[in-house]
Nanobody, 124 residues
Framework: QLQLMESGGGLVQPGGSLRLSCAAS????????MGWYRQAPGNRREMVAT????????EYADSVKGRFAISRDDAKNTAYLQMNSLNPADTGVYYC?????????????????WGQGTQVTVSS
């Protein structure tokens, strides 16, 4: 069974940066589409960024465009989320998802493809 481990979260001041990692326990990581999601207290889990297998095409939520960048290193079975110019609205638990599919051009998360999450807190 695929296992995902997120890391890199923490406390950062507004305007700061963090880089999240998502390590996958699989040797076929390269075939998986990947997504990063976040959930703030009292809110629904929302998509932040996605990246396809093969072409590495990326998509972003409007709220993070120009500030966040998703990438992947298939040789390391790892996906990343570089987050810059962070603000308090970015606070939440960040989860990665692996193995979802695209329907109508929109990434659909795999129900059993979640990691345990990593907390990001943006505060002065």
């Amino acid at each position: 069974q695929l296992q995902l481990m997120e890391s890199g979260g923490g406390l950062v001041q507004p305007g700061g940066s963090l880089r999240l990692s998502c390590a996958a326990s699989t040797n076929i990581f390269s075939i998986y589409h990947m997504g990063w999601y976040r959930q703030a207290p009292g809110n629904r889990r929302e998509m932040v960024a996605t990246i396809t297998s093969n072409s590495g095409r990326t998509e972003y939520a409007d709220s993070v465009k120009g500030r966040f960048a998703i990438s992947r290193d298939d040789a390391k079975n790892t996906a990343y989320l570089q987050m810059n110019s962070l603000n308090p609205a970015d606070t939440g638990v960040y989860y990665c998802n692996a193995g979802g599919s695209y329907i109508g051009g929109v990434y659909q998360a795999r129900p059993d493809g979640w990691g345990q999450g990593t907390q990001v807190t943006v505060s002065s």
